[in-house]
């Protein structure tokens, strides 16, 4: 068996983007932490760009896979 050193270790985190990149992410913190920036951040995302997170009744709210193309085309 070889090993990609290419790709970092499977991990609980990576396993959970790989098999479930539609899994809805609720609140700042899950968003800040996906997509590695702090909740200020996400805050004035949501407010000053196209980036795809919404605030349906009150709580943000993204996908992991939305977020992650998002990132990817900026």
């Known amino acids: 068996m070889t090993q990609n050193f290419d790709q970092p270790p499977l ?7 790989v098999l479930d990149p539609d899994r809805a992410l609720w609140g700042l913190p899950e968003i800040a932490r996906v997509a590695g920036v702090s909740v200020d ?13 919404s605030k349906p009744g009150g709580r943000y709210y993204s996908t992991r896979i939305a977020l992650k193309n998002w990132l990817c085309a900026r």
């Open 41 to 53: 951040t996400v805050r004035r995302w949501h407010r000053k760009t196209d980036a795809p997170i």
């Open 11 to 17: 991990d609980r985190w990576r396993a959970d983007e």
